[in-house]
């Protein structure tokens, strides 16, 4: 079926109804509803048979609704109406929501419902709930509404009478509800209008005498002082006093001053710079492990004979800094006598790659961006050149860019299969490094390699199986992906053959020295990347300032245009999916 998606942006959740749909073997195309764009000339061009939305801030046109079948999907249950529902979920801590698909009509998120699924809201921030809980269930609501649409015997039921407590018309959550007061919020409520504004819009603040937009929030249960007073930094971020307690927030927004661009998250103490006044550093070590309640973006810990390595950065992005310090605790776990580490979150971003925002505030750029590829290319040789045990990258969520490559250097890849994959980096105007000319190459092969780095299209988790980015795909919710890959690594420990494919491996590497070094691979990415850097003219400058202030493009992007199907290779045998169903818990009732 020829389908077109309308989207205010190319985010997460539409590159996976995205994915997924091709998948199925549905002709797609994209169109982002801009703010100068005729959607109803554009959709007349396409002719779809359906138009979906997944993600979509505006109303469709009536010209448009009333001529094809708009599917909508809303990030609330049926009955649920406005702009914020999962803020307002998060905001009056409900543990329950769901997703609806209904279809477009005169009134926003009114129409006839074509399917509705519920979903758990664990305590987690809102961006994290949307990419996973809230992705999922949104992508079985759609699957569903596409193939009852197909059908032609469906009919959509109204809306009349759904409304709750919970699920009803509300209006913007507006600063005015978001604010925290230091002296009489408790560490509970602090942290649920953090995670209620993350990552848009942030709680906006006043800190050290200027307004900030306060990004991520996470429970500290030792630190104490006076409300509102800022009493360690921590990998970057600080720790801020509650009345009871004390949070640590990663990230800081500057707010925009009339006629400014527009400002971008950073790491807080970054972001702060000389107004920070001297405080204690409270770095962890990564060894014991820490068994109190408290933030670490890194954490280590063993189950007999299996190493944990977890990270978990905002957004995804490494910084040089980010990436250092995950190359020095890596080296610690491999000190560790495990014969199998699992490397990667437990159940969000897996890597996107280098840190655009930091590199985007650097004074030099070019030289930060020249610091945070390498710095990242040494974390993929370590990986690569580990020949002691047998390492695997988990991919609990989304991966694109270098963060994708990263995955690859190790000896398996396990995915969820609520993640997507962008293996690529021609849009941000890169040739990439990481090692991708040997990784990408070695498991899909040449030709797959340069489809996927030319289409810049997302992948799904079944998708990446089929083409052999991946080795396994774990079925199973958010929640569930760490302990499901705890079992499956304790298994692979534990098999005989782990010890001559860790023999195998050494000898390898060694036959690989031997005719094609990896430091020749490294040499001719890095080259490339060099004179991209140095150019000022160069693409990628502008292409990472627009992408960092969130600038709009001017119309859709060429590569989405076009009406695809997914290429890819033969079907995944039933042993190479593995876990509990996709939505486990979708039984019962639930951003």
Not at 22 to 48: I, K, M, N
Not at 268 to 295: F, M, N, S
Not at 359 to 383: K, Q, R
Not at 546 to 562: D, I, M, Q, S
Request: hydrophobic share 40%; charged share 25%.
């Amino acid at each position: 079926m020829h389908i077109l998606i309308l989207a205010s942006a190319f985010n997460s959740l539409t590159q996976r109804v995205h994915a997924e749909l091709r998948d199925r073997g549905h002709a797609v195309a994209v169109e982002l509803a801009l703010p100068d764009s005729r959607l109803a000339e554009t959709v007349r061009r396409h002719a779809p048979r359906l138009v979906v939305a997944p993600m979509l801030k505006t109303a469709i046109p009536e010209e448009v609704w009333t001529a094809h079948t708009c599917l909508v999907v809303h990030p609330g249950p049926v009955g649920d109406r406005g702009p914020s529902s999962l803020d307002w979920a998060i905001h009056e801590g409900v543990d329950q929501w769901g997703v609806t698909v209904l279809q477009a009509d005169g009134e926003m998120d009114a129409g006839d419902v074509w399917a509705s699924v519920p979903c758990r809201v664990p305590p987690v921030s809102k961006s994290e709930l949307y990419r996973g809980e809230i992705a999922d269930a949104a992508l079985e609501a759609v699957l569903l509404a596409v193939e009852r649409f197909a059908g032609g015997t469906y009919v959509p039921r109204e809306q009349d009478g759904a409304q709750t407590a919970e699920a009803r018309p509300r209006p913007y959550l507006d600063q005015s509800v978001r604010r925290i007061d230091w002296a009489e919020d408790s560490t509970h409520d602090v942290l649920r209008k953090l995670r209620a504004a993350d990552s848009q819009p942030g709680v906006l603040d006043v800190l050290l005498g200027r307004e900030w937009y306060l990004h991520g929030g996470h429970p500290e249960r030792v630190l104490r002082g006076r409300p509102g007073e800022l009493l360690a930094t921590r990998a970057g971020a600080v720790c801020r006093a509650t009345k009871d307690g004390a949070v640590w927030i990663p990230e800081l927004r500057p707010r925009r001053v009339p006629g400014q661009p527009p400002t971008y998250k950073l790491p807080a103490v970054r972001a702060l710079g000389d107004l920070l006044p001297p405080l204690p550093d409270q770095a962890l070590p990564l060894l014991p492990e820490v068994r109190h309640r408290t933030w670490a973006d890194i954490r280590y810990r063993e189950d007999g004979n299996v190493g944990f390595l977890s990270f978990s950065f905002p957004g995804g992005a490494m910084s040089t800094e980010q990436c250092r310090r995950l190359l020095d605790a890596y080296r610690e776990a491999c000190e560790r006598p495990t014969s199998v580490l699992v490397l990667g979150s437990e159940r969000d971003f897996f890597s996107n790659g280098i840190h655009l925002g930091v590199i985007e505030a650097a004074d030099d750029p070019a030289a930060e961006s020249w610091a945070n590829i390498n710095a990242i290319d040494d974390l993929v040789e370590a990986v690569l050149t580990t020949t002691d045990r047998l390492v695997v990258a988990a991919v609990a969520g989304n991966a694109a860019a270098g963060g994708v490559m990263l995955a690859l250097a190790a000896d398996e890849v396990w995915c969820r299969s609520g993640a997507v994959l962008n293996p690529h980096y021609r849009l941000m105007g890169l040739y990439g490094s990481e090692y991708w000319t040997h990784t990408l190459p070695r498991r899909v092969g040449a030709a797959t390699a340069e489809r996927l780095l030319d289409e810049a299209l997302p992948v799904s988790s079944a998708s990446a199986l089929r083409l052999g980015l991946v080795d396994r795909v774990v079925d199973c919710s958010p929640d569930e992906f760490a302990r499901e890959v705890g079992g499956l690594a304790a298994r692979l420990a534990s098999l005989p053959a782990t010890a001559s494919r860790i023999t195998a491996k050494k000898t390898e590497l060694d036959r690989l020295e031997s005719v094609t070094p990896l430091a020749g691979f490294r040499e001719h990415e890095l080259a490339r990347m060099r004179r991209t850097f140095d150019d000022p003219d160069a693409p990628y400058h502008s292409l990472r300032r627009a992408f960092v202030h969130k600038e709009r493009p001017a119309c859709t992007p060429p590569h989405l245009g076009p009406a695809q199907v997914a290429q890819t290779g033969p079907t995944p045998s039933a042993a190479d999916v593995t876990g509990t169903a996709l939505h486990g818990i979708s039984s019962r009732p639930n951003g």
